[in-house]
């Protein structure tokens, strides 16, 4: 018994990795008491790893390999996963929650994938599924979607939402790197993992929005109706052209209705060097949120690291152990939200065309547009390579549907004058500030 007679909640974390060790830490220094007097303390009990030998953060007693003795133990009343990845750990959020146990994770990849059976899992049992820390690291996000925001209808979320590709994307714009380059040197200093695929190609940040747009818009939204694209393609020669241009390229995550339905993508974009998104840099995220009575929000901070994380998940532990009766109430779903396929974006979009360095290529690519209703904005024609016979062309048009610019680059790809179609980037727009 604590010394206001609160029960104490034993609480059972599964993985003491990075995020894990700083909660344990916290967890073991009491600070949950000591900010929130009055609330049932909230006492770590069992800590499982796979790997015993490890140095830990955590007394010898409390580590286990055994996820059973979280699982399965009637002393643990919270379960903080904490491993990572789809499983075991959606396996083990879903057993926890049905053996009457909350649970708290920073696990997009189990949420995106199976948010809508574990919220219900939650519900049927009677018990708390918290996830703040798993989008946006320590900035607060979901907690902000999920009871300050309720009163609204939010109209979009647009954010940057993965620290490794923004903090690539800042060096190669500062330095003038290439991706491989720049990839190899934060994979070094650890900011990338050895394996960048979730990072680079979009896959953490669609997560993330997948996590996001469900809150905001009330609707289920799968995986593979997320437009996805990463960074893998992004020349410097793009980032300095669209510089020339008054841009920077920001891998962006977004979900907005515009009134025809909503489309969730993820994908980098040309973002207006006046907006303060273009200044977001290295490993920052940032999420703006309009809702219709709040107007334009905006969240900024750490996405990442060990205390920043474990502040949002020590956050959902104190929102547990001040009331641990209280039940999680999911905003109810709608069904009738409309949805936009990638087709239907509208948006201006750069391209870089190499070319065959000869009169009249130029009218040709106009035609080509021009028949689809696409016009030009402006165009730069770069330094030619005379020893190739080449130059590029960097366009900008107006804004235009998807569909239409697709086809009208499937059709410039067989002109026999464009040796190549570099590059296709999109604007994203946003409103005049004048
Ligand atoms: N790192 C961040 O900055 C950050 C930010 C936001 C959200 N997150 C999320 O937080 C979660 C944890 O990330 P992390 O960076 O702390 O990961 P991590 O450093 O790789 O730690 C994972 C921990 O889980 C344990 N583990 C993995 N698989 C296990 C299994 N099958 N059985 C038992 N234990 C297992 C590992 O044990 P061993 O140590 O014995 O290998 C390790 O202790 C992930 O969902 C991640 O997406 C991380």
Redesign the pocket.
Known sequence: MSESGSRALGVGL????????AVAEALLSGRSQANVPGSHPLELRVA?????T?E?PVPAGLLS?D?SSVLSNPAIDIVV?????EE??RTSIAAALSAGKHVV??????LAKHGGELIALAEQNGVRLLYE??VG?GIPIIGPLSSDLLANEVKSIRAIINGTTNYILTRMSNEGDTFDDVLADAQALGYAEADPTADVDGY?AMYKIAILARLAFRAPVELDSIYREGIRSIDPVDISNAARMGFTIKLLAVARDDGRGLLVRVHPALVPNEVPMAKVDGVLNVCEIEGDLVGPLWLQGR????E??AS?VMGDLIRIARAPGSQTRPRGLSATTERLAMDDHVCQYYTRLVVQDQPGVLAGVAGVLGNRRISIDSVIQMDSDSGRGVADIVLMTHPAREQEMQAAITELTALESVVEVASLLRVEDYPDPS
Do not use: C, W
Request: charged letters at 20%; hydrophobic letters at 45%.
């Open positions: 599964l993985g003491v990795g990075v995020v894990g060790s499982v790893v796979r790997d015993l490890k830990r390999d996820a996963e904490l491993m990572g990845g075991p750990a994770t920073a696990n997009k990849e189990a820390a798993s690291g953490d996405g990442a690291g060990a920043a994380t949002a």
